[in-house]
């Protein structure tokens, strides 16, 4: 089926720390999207991957889209408390024709200051 | 540029009656994808409009239905409300069907 797994599911860091968390899927995707959710708010895009092997940067965070185009990883350099929240995977399945977004479970992250 | 826009922002329902959300698209958008958020859950995707047509539906049942207008804005209408659709309801738009999706804050709904 169309699903992807996101790990680890939560962390608990140090300021300053690095994170590293991915998203695999068992099929093909197209597209590979990162999101941050707050609490009670919608998810803000952070990163968008299109090809296989990119690796894109928007500040401290950095992303890439799988060579095998079934996983993706974000890292966070120098963690800090507003980085607190959840980060969601999600992607356009490679059999698909419809925009259906397919998203993974989420990462909590807690940043202790 | 204006971004997304959803509303109400919160909404209490009782089982068995019919809610319509509402979502303004961001400008120059013609696509509107619709989400249900549970609780420690991420977005499960229920069904997408271009240009006022539905263009793919995730599971969920016909009484889940929807509108996208000439302006690109969007409704969700949900009858006969069950415990179970006590969610977040989001709304994302884009340029085009497989573009990326930009979401808005959200409509939480409680049913009671």
């Known amino acids: 089926g169309q699903q992807l797994n996101q790990s680890p599911q939560s962390m608990f860091i140090q300021e300053g720390e690095d994170v590293s968390m991915n998203c695999t899927s068992s099929s093909i995707f197209n597209t590979w999207l990162w999101y941050k959710q707050d609490p009670g708010e919608g998810p803000v895009l952070l990163i968008a991957?299109?090809?296989?092997?990119e690796l894109t940067s928007n500040g401290r965070l950095t992303a890439q889209f799988g060579i095998t185009r079934k996983d993706s990883f974000l890292n966070i350099s120098a963690s800090i408390p507003s980085d607190v929240g959840i980060y969601f995977c999600?992607?356009?399945?490679?059999?698909?024709?419809?925009?259906?977004?397919?998203f993974g479970q989420g990462t909590t992250l807690q940043v202790k200051p | 540029e204006t971004g997304v826009t959803q509303s109400p922002t919160h909404l209490i329902k009782t089982r068995g009656q019919q809610v319509t959300l509402r979502c303004s698209s961001q400008s120059g958008h013609n696509t509107v994808s619709w989400y249900q958020q549970a609780l420690g859950q991420g977005p499960q995707f229920i069904f997408q409009?271009?240009?006022?047509?539905?263009?793919g539906r995730g599971n969920f049942p016909p009484r889940f239905s929807g509108l996208q207008f000439p302006n690109y804005s969007s409704e969700l209408n949900v009858n006969a409300l069950e415990l179970d659709d006590s969610a977040l309801y989001l709304c994302?738009?884009?340029?085009?069907?497989?573009?990326?999706?930009?979401f808005g804050p959200g409509t939480r709904l409680l049913v009671l």
């Open positions: 994302a738009s884009s340029l085009v069907q497989k573009e990326t999706q930009y």
């Open positions: 409009y271009y240009r006022e047509e539905e263009n």
């Open positions: 991957l299109y090809k296989a092997g």
């Open positions: 999600a992607g356009y399945h490679g059999s698909s024709n419809t925009g259906k977004l397919i």
